[in-house]
C-alpha cells in the first residue's frame, strides 16, 4: 500500500470510499487475529473488526488528528473486543489457541532444521503461557511493536510488558533447554526474533 497518511487524507477528508477499503484490507487481517485472541470465535472477531472501521468511517475526519495509527487501530479493536465480552459476561481468562506451528514458521526462516520433537515443545511451551502474556508475546514477536506501544494498546506499565516478555522467553528457553545440551544459553532470540521496526 502506498504511503498510509495519504490513504487516510483521502478517505478521510475527500470520503474516498476506494481509499477507505485499500485501508481496511491493509490492516483487516492482523487486526482481525488481534480480535480472536480475546473473543475467541471467528465470527465474532468479524462483527469486532466492522463495528471498529464503521466507527473510523462515521468519524475518518479525527483520523487526520491520529499520530500513530498502529496503536489507535488495535487499541479500538482490544476495546471493541472487551466490549462486547463485557455485554456478554464472559470469562477473558482464555484466549484463542493460535497456530504454534505456523508461528515457528513465522519466526524461523530456517524452520526446516527444526525437528518435530522440538516444534512440540515450542508449541506447548506457547500454550502454557498465561493468557496475557501470550497476548503480549504476540504483538512482540508477530506484530513487531515496541514495548511502549504494547504498553499503550494494553493499557500496562512499559516495565509489565518488558518483565512479561521476560517471562515468556524464560519458560520457552526452559522448555526447549534439553534440546541444546551441548550450549549454556538456548538460542530463544534465533528461533524468536524481534523485529526492528514496524512498516507498513
Not at 488481534?34 to 473510523?56: G, M, P, T, W
Not at 502474556?133 to 506484530?143: A, M, N, P
Not at 522467553?169 to 514496524?198: G, H, M, N, Q, W
Request: hydrophobic share 40%; proline share 2%.
Amino acid at each position: 500500500m502506498k504511503d498510509v497518511k495519504v490513504v487516510v487524507e483521502n478517505f478521510a477528508r475527500y470520503d474516498d470510499q476506494a481509499a477507505f477499503r485499500q485501508f481496511y484490507m491493509h490492516y483487516y487481517a492482523k487486526l482481525f487475529r488481534f480480535s480472536l485472541y480475546y473473543v475467541r470465535h471467528e465470527v465474532i472477531a468479524e462483527e469486532v473488526i466492522a463495528d471498529v472501521f464503521v466507527k473510523i468511517w462515521n468519524n475518518r475526519i479525527r483520523m487526520l488528528e491520529i499520530d500513530n495509527l498502529d496503536i489507535y487501530l488495535f487499541t479500538s479493536v482490544k476495546n471493541q473486543s472487551l466490549s462486547y465480552l463485557k455485554r456478554k459476561n464472559m470469562l477473558l481468562a482464555k484466549l484463542e489457541k493460535y497456530d504454534s506451528i505456523a508461528l515457528i514458521n513465522r519466526y524461523n526462516p530456517e524452520r526446516e532444521l527444526i525437528g518435530n520433537e522440538l516444534i512440540e515443545k515450542v508449541n506447548q511451551a506457547i500454550n502454557l503461557l498465561p493468557p496475557k502474556c501470550q497476548v503480549i508475546f504476540k504483538l512482540s514477536r508477530d506484530e513487531g511493536f515496541k514495548y511502549d506501544e504494547i504498553a499503550d494498546i494494553l493499557g500496562l506499565s512499559k516495565s509489565t510488558v518488558k518483565n512479561q516478555m521476560t517471562s515468556a522467553l524464560a519458560k520457552i528457553k526452559d522448555e526447549l533447554s534439553s534440546y541444546f545440551e551441548d550450549d549454556k544459553e538456548v538460542p530463544t532470540y534465533s528461533i524468536y526474533p524481534a523485529r526492528s521496526s514496524k512498516s507498513l
